[in-house]
């Protein structure tokens, strides 16, 4: 990784989109730290002190902190990242969206359209509910119809700036503009993190019993580091054979190539949206100030809340944890069904003359890719709950409360990844350009 970075470095081309990308990077951070006008940013830190769940810290690990500080960019780029999701999904129910998203490059720039519309009303709805419900209980310095206005429009107008912001990166910089912001926000939060694990398992204690500790957190960052990258990377590939064709006095086809399916094929979806639907009532007893007596309801916040779980004291509130590892492998699956489509594929092969080895085309083909896609999400969706379990494990039983968990984990090694993988696409096409101007 190293010597890509030093080579890329050494190519002006490149080493202007990564100056570029980087000072783009300053100027999301420095969002971060501008306060909203009109808002008592005290109100927020003391709300979430008196938070005993985690309603709010998956949400405030996105947005790197900005949310705990009522910056500016306090929505991040969450509604961009929810408005994605949701043209993906639509694109199932509506006809005119899946022909729209097989358009080639027009097709996308309309669906990039779409999203950016609805980036803009999830943030105008997002500000709106921060400003009213919050705005009333003290979160505005004056509560009336100017200042709640004021903080929708600054929300809302720092989140699509966020937006723009990742775009131009896509554009100008180095890898995916939107995937870097939010990379930038989770990482911006690690020192904090560390320093919270010093202070509770290394300062004050013995160097035996420090340096033991030590070498025990960085032994399990490391294997869980290693486990998503194993997890990121790990691919199934089918051997497809094409027929050889005779046109004339040339030969066609007979080439055998592969398709490649990622093991983790959702990516970090199904944690999302399982994390996602786990807290939503809690988020909405918190708005509402509940959740802390001892009905039935509040029994089933406390099951719904990951500070909860895998706690020897508490031990009755982890069927939290087995309804959200149920989740996770039910969006692993919804999810792959809506952007893999098997019989798709077959089609495409028979079209050019293509075959599985030892797999009749048509019908048997998409039977055949169905079983082996299954499988391949079953394993992916396991790999996904290992590395979410382990966090949760720590934090229950030696109560290791840091917000980079296993989602975290995830999107920083899978941006890392990805990012890496781009700047060496873009160093071997100018080596080929190179190599064909000689």
Same mark, same amino acid.
């Given at each position: ?9 050494? $190519? ?22 501008? %306060?909203?006008?009109? &808002?008592? %940013? ?34 991040? #780029? ?9 043209? /993906? ?112 398992? *290394? ?20 294997? &869980? ?6 997890? /990121? ?21 007979? /080439? ?26 809690? &988020? #909405? ?52 069904? $809506? ?37 391949? *999400?079953? #394993? ?7 590395? /979410? ?26 941006? &890392? ?22």
């Amino acid at each position: 990784m190293l010597q890509t970075v030093r080579r890329a470095f050494q $190519i002006e081309e490149i080493r202007k989109r990564l100056f570029f990308t980087f000072l783009m990077l300053i100027v999301v951070r420095l969002g971060s730290e501008l %306060p909203t006008p009109g &808002v008592d %940013p005290t109100y927020i830190q003391d709300f979430f002190a008196s938070q005993t769940g985690d309603a709010f810290n998956f949400f405030n690990a996105f947005t790197g902190g900005s949310f705990t500080q009522m910056s500016v960019f306090a929505l991040s #780029i969450t509604p961009y990242i929810t408005s994605s999701i949701i043209v /993906q999904l639509m694109t199932i129910a509506i006809p005119k969206l899946e022909e729209m998203q097989k358009e080639g490059e027009e097709g996308r720039k309309k669906m990039t359209a779409i999203t950016r519309y609805l980036t803009v009303v999830l943030a105008l709805v997002e500000s709106t509910a921060m400003a009213v419900g919050f705005g009333r209980q003290g979160l505005l310095i004056e509560f009336n119809f100017v200042n709640a206005a004021v903080v929708v429009l600054t929300l809302t107008a720092g989140s699509t700036l966020l937006m723009w912001i990742g775009e131009r990166i896509t554009e100008n910089g180095v890898g995916n503009g939107i995937s870097i912001v939010l990379l930038i926000n989770i990482i911006s939060r690690v020192p904090s993190d560390f320093i919270t694990l010093y202070e509770q398992f *290394i300062k004050g204690k013995s160097l035996a019993t420090g340096g033991l500790a030590t070498l025990i957190i960085l032994a399990v960052l490391l294997v &869980v580091v290693v486990f998503v990258i194993v997890l /990121q990377d790990a691919v199934r590939k089918i051997p497809v054979q094409y027929s050889q064709k005779v046109i004339g006095r040339k030969t066609m086809g007979g /080439q055998t190539t592969s398709i490649p399916l990622k093991v983790n094929t959702a990516g970090v979806i199904p944690v999302i949206f399982a994390s996602s639907l786990m807290q939503f009532p809690v &988020v #909405i007893a918190a708005f509402l100030g509940k959740g802390n007596g001892d009905g039935i309801g509040s029994e089933i916040l406390k099951g719904l809340s990951s500070n909860n779980w895998c706690n020897p004291s508490q031990i009755q509130y982890s069927w939290g944890l087995l309804v959200y590892i149920l989740l996770t492998i039910f969006f692993a699956y919804f999810y792959t069904s $809506i952007t893999f489509n098997p019989m798709e594929i077959a089609n495409n092969m028979k079209k050019s003359g293509g075959f599985i080895l030892g797999i009749r085309p048509g019908r048997p083909t998409v039977e055949y890719l169905t079983k082996i896609l299954n499988n391949i *999400i079953f #394993i992916g969706a396991c790999g996904l709950v290992i590395v /979410q379990v382990i966090p949760f494990f720590f934090n229950g039983v030696f109560g290791a409360n840091v917000s980079f968990g296993g989602t975290s984990l995830i999107i920083i090694v899978g941006v &890392v990844l990805e990012t890496i993988k781009k700047v060496e696409s873009m160093m071997l096409v100018r080596n080929y350009k190179g190599f064909l101007n000689t």
